[in-house]
């Protein structure tokens, strides 16, 4: 695919990744056609790992860090590594200082620290304390602070059925209360947000201060009152976590 692209263009290609197939000699070499890959690193310790990364069984943290190790030997372009910080898991002094120690054996061009900004697939995943960003910059020594990526202008084409485009979109990509109103205005279906949530379809949650729009994932379950199947609450149209 990354070769295809060059064929017909000389814009830069840039591949996002989790890192988990990259102790693979044939992955490493199929993104040595790259610009820049930026890879997730979100833990220094199996442990942390497998708790907020969850990774398919057999790939470890050792594996995983080996494998890329050895494509930011090889890679020939850009390496940026992505850290998202993750309240009460990853963000203690401890943790931070496993994520340098192995930031520090990849050597990569760029660190970008994250923290959650919209709502995750887990009601136990917050944004850490606001004193946690300052010290993984000391820890780290280097990085940028990624914030507010909340924000910003959402385009989309409605499809055939704006509805299902609308609930495509926010499955995959929570959008603010103010996206989803300025996206469905540029569709002509100015009411459409509040339709959906009014049949049930979607729901408001409220996560870092802002509020977001997401599909109903889950029915109630049976005998668990108003609880989601997926254990959070739902009550008048909102999920609370």
Same mark, same amino acid.
């Given at each position: *695919?990354?070769?295809?692209?060059?064929?017909?263009?000389? $814009?830069? @290609?840039?591949?996002?990744?989790?890192?988990?197939?990259?102790?693979?000699? +044939? @992955?490493?070499?199929?993104?040595?056609?790259?610009?820049?890959? *930026?890879?997730?690193? +979100?833990?220094?310790?199996?442990?942390?790992?497998?708790?907020?990364?969850?990774?398919?069984?057999?790939?470890?943290?050792?594996?995983?860090?080996?494998? $890329?190790?050895?494509?930011?030997?090889?890679?020939?372009?850009?390496?940026?590594?992505? @850290?998202? #910080? $993750?309240?009460? =898991?990853?963000?203690s002094s401890e943790e931070l200082a496993d994520i340098a120690e192995a930031i520090e054996a990849i050597r990569?061009?760029? =660190?970008?620290?994250?923290?959650?900004?919209r709502p995750p697939a887990e009601a136990w995943v917050r944004p850490p304390a606001r004193a946690a960003l300052? /010290?993984?910059?000391?820890?780290?020594?280097?990085?940028?602070?990624?914030?507010?990526?909340?924000?910003?202008?959402?385009?989309?084409?409605?499809?055939? +059925?704006?509805?299902?485009?609308? @609930?495509? *979109?926010?499955?995959?990509?929570?959008?603010?209360?103010?996206?989803?109103?300025? !996206?469905?205005?540029?569709?002509?279906?100015?009411?459409?947000?509040?339709? !959906?949530?009014?049949?049930?379809? /979607?729901?408001?949650?409220?996560?870092?201060?802002?509020?977001? #729009?997401?599909?109903?994932?889950?029915?109630?379950?049976?005998?668990?009152?108003?609880?989601?199947?997926?254990?959070?609450?739902?009550?008048?149209?909102?999920l609370i976590f």
């Open positions: *695919l990354i070769r295809g692209i060059r064929q017909g263009s000389s $814009i830069p @290609v840039a591949v996002v990744t989790n890192g988990s197939l990259l102790s693979r000699k +044939d @992955v490493r070499q199929d993104l040595e056609a790259a610009d820049i890959v *930026l890879c997730h690193l +979100d833990a220094g310790n199996d442990r942390t790992m497998q708790a907020i990364n969850r990774p398919n069984q057999g790939i470890d943290f050792a594996t995983l860090l080996n494998g $890329i190790i050895e494509f930011r030997r090889e890679f020939k372009g850009h390496f940026w590594i992505q @850290v998202t #910080l $993750i309240d009460g =898991i990853n963000d990569p061009h760029k =660190i970008f620290l994250l923290t959650p900004t300052p /010290m993984a910059l000391t820890l780290l020594k280097r990085g940028e602070i990624l914030d507010d990526r909340a924000d910003g202008k959402v385009e989309a084409p409605a499809g055939s +059925d704006s509805r299902e485009s609308l @609930v495509t *979109l926010a499955r995959r990509f929570p959008l603010t209360s103010g996206q989803a109103r300025e !996206l469905t205005n540029s569709w002509n279906e100015a009411g459409l947000p509040a339709k !959906l949530v009014q049949e049930g379809v /979607m729901c408001e949650s409220d996560f870092a201060g802002r509020r977001f #729009l997401v599909p109903v994932r889950s029915v109630q379950s049976p005998g668990k009152g108003n609880k989601m199947a997926d254990g959070r609450e739902y009550k008048n149209n909102q």
